[in-house]
């Protein structure tokens, strides 16, 4: 469940290299485009290419929308990017309107509800905190959200690495509504499990839930056990009371 915090807090920005990155370091995530009675699958991928001081190359290929003759389909790109591991920065690009902007796919870890960040589409506060199901584990994440005057963007950070693990989009294109999601699926990178480095596996989750199922029962089982004892006692009591009456009727 979301916890939300009131828009007037904030702090400053944070930066900070990641401790996981390498060299041929990848995330893929499934795309899902959605648009009137359509739906299309693909799969978009970062990869770091090189490590070289404190620039980082990367390459992203991905599908994106495109209208042509009021029709939409998806279509194949691909982007070669160079980032300061320091700060994000997008340093050069073949997308030359990112110069300049904050790398988007991941974000400092040491932020908190209410933090600012740049997320590469603007500068926005972190909203809320959800526990979610990713690449085989239950993950904590930060959620950052956008709302434009035809689109929303919704995005799930990992809080231990800062890796972008989700992401939400509803748009317009060609007149015409399009919801795209896209969700981390398959990564080589060894992500720790939460904030201090340990994971959240999933048996920990099925562990909970049968330690309450467990209480449930022992509640039952006293609730009954009691019930049977009051039972007992109410035939003692029925007993004794008849007995008495046997014996005033007797020295009638």
């Known amino acids: 469940m979301l916890a939300f915090v009131s828009a007037a807090a904030s702090f400053p920005l944070a930066m900070g290299k990641p401790n996981w990155l390498a060299n041929g370091l990848y995330v893929t995530y499934e795309q899902f485009f959605v648009w009137a009675d359509h739906s299309e699958t693909a799969n978009m991928t970062w990869r770091i ?32 990017f160079t980032i300061n591991s320091d700060t994000r920065e997008i340093l050069s690009s073949s997308e030359p309107t990112t110069i300049g902007s904050k790398w988007f796919f991941w974000i400092e870890t040491d932020v908190t509800l209410g933090s600012n960040v740049d997320t590469g589409f603007g500068v926005a506060s972190i909203s809320g905190s959800e526990v979610m199901s990713f690449l085989g584990q239950q993950r904590d994440t930060w959620v950052v959200e956008y709302n434009w005057p035809t689109s929303y963007m919704k995005r799930w950070y ?71 004892r009051h039972r007992n006692q109410k035939v003692k009591v029925d007993i004794t009371t008849k007995g008495l009456l046997v014996e005033n009727l007797s020295d009638v």
């Not at 599908?63 to 003759?69: G, I, K, R």
């Not at 795209?180 to 839930?209: D, H, K």
């Open 49 to 80: 290419i090189r490590i070289e001081g404190d620039h980082i190359d990367i390459r992203v290929t991905s599908y994106t929308l495109n209208a042509s003759d009021g029709a939409l389909n998806i279509i194949p790109i691909s982007s070669n």
């Open 158 to 228: 990992d809080k231990a690495s800062g890796i972008v693990l989700k992401i939400y989009v509803v748009m317009q294109r060609a007149s015409t509504q399009v919801q795209v999601t896209e969700t981390a699926r398959w990564t080589n990178i060894n992500l720790p499990t939460s904030e201090s480095g340990q994971s959240i596996p999933p048996w920990m989750g099925m562990l909970a839930f049968a330690f309450v199922i467990g209480i449930v029962f022992v509640g039952i089982a006293t609730a009954l056990k009691l019930k049977r």
